[in-house]
């Protein structure tokens, strides 16, 4: 038998217990009897791979969305699903577009939840993509707080020449971050002619999430883009309503 796969499942099991629950690593350490090096070092690798999330610095850890992702559940950040189902589905039906809610995890911003249009055409859009890359991930990120963007910037760089619409410089680059900062909403167009519109979602004046909407940019060109983008404004207001 392989002692670090026991440890890394009996990690799991525990995290998973009483799921909403973060558990610190001393917690986890302790209660499995764990070397708190060796527990340390599982846990970064898990992380790494997603399969735990780290919430804050103190917070502890929580299952991530690998784990969830292993039984198809949506059970990751599920009362963020919980509160936002309702509103996704009611914009999805006014705008006839499709609709999300994502996370931001690493360099990567993860869907909880999508609801598709009725279009026979339908946009494909990856589950877990590069931030830099979406418009969802790109608020989330600009929403951070100044030395979290900085620290974000500091460990995965900025974004590829593909991932933004100019030369990518470190000046420009926060300069119009704080701009869709103070807009409070982005939108981007990819090279695959997707547009994708999103806006913050705020826990306890922290942005935890995104709403975001996307579709074809023929469809978007023929529009009418201010009552488009005026409606998932009033969404996330709603959503951010429900977060309270």
């Known amino acids: 038998m392989i002692q670090v796969i ?12 009483d799921a ?6 001393s917690e986890i350490a302790n209660t499995l009897n764990l070397n708190a090096g060796t527990c340390a070092n599982i846990i970064k690798t898990m992380t790494s791979r997603r399969f735990v999330q780290k919430i804050d610095n103190k917070k502890g850890y929580i299952l991530g969305s690998a784990a969830f992702k292993l039984t198809g559940s949506d059970g ?24 999300e809610i994502t996370v931001l995890n690493n360099d990567l911003r993860i869907v909880l939840l999508r609801v598709f249009s009725s279009h026979d055409l339908q946009v494909r859009a990856a589950s877990e993509k590069r931030a830099y890359g ?39 680059f926060y300069a119009e971050m704080a701009q869709i900062k103070k807009d409070n909403y982005a939108i981007r167009k990819t090279k695959d002619n997707i547009v994708g519109i999103a806006v913050p979602i705020f826990k306890d004046g922290m942005v935890i999430a995104a709403l975001g909407v996307y579709m074809p940019v023929f469809r978007y060109d023929t529009a009418n883009k201010k009552a488009t983008l005026n409606e998932i404004i009033k969404t996330g207001k709603l959503i951010n309503q429900n977060l309270k």
């Not at 909403?20 to 690593?25: E, S």
């Not at 950040?77 to 577009?97: D, F, G, I, P, Y």
């Not at 900085?150 to 030369?167: A, I, M, Q, R």
Request: overall charge negative; glycine content about 4%; charged content about 30%.
């Open 20 to 25: 909403d629950k973060p558990k610190t690593l």
């Open 76 to 99: 990751y950040n599920k009362e963020l699903v919980s509160l936002t189902r309702q509103e996704l589905n009611a914009l999805t039906e006014t705008l006839n577009e499709n609709s």
């Open 134 to 172: 979406t418009a969802s991930g790109i608020i989330m990120l600009a929403c951070l707080p100044d030395n979290d963007l900085k620290k974000f910037v500091n460990t995965y760089g900025l974004p590829d020449d593909d991932e933004w619409d100019s030369p990518v410089e470190e000046d420009s």
């Open 6 to 17: 026991h440890r890394a499942l009996d990690i799991l099991e525990f995290i998973g217990k």
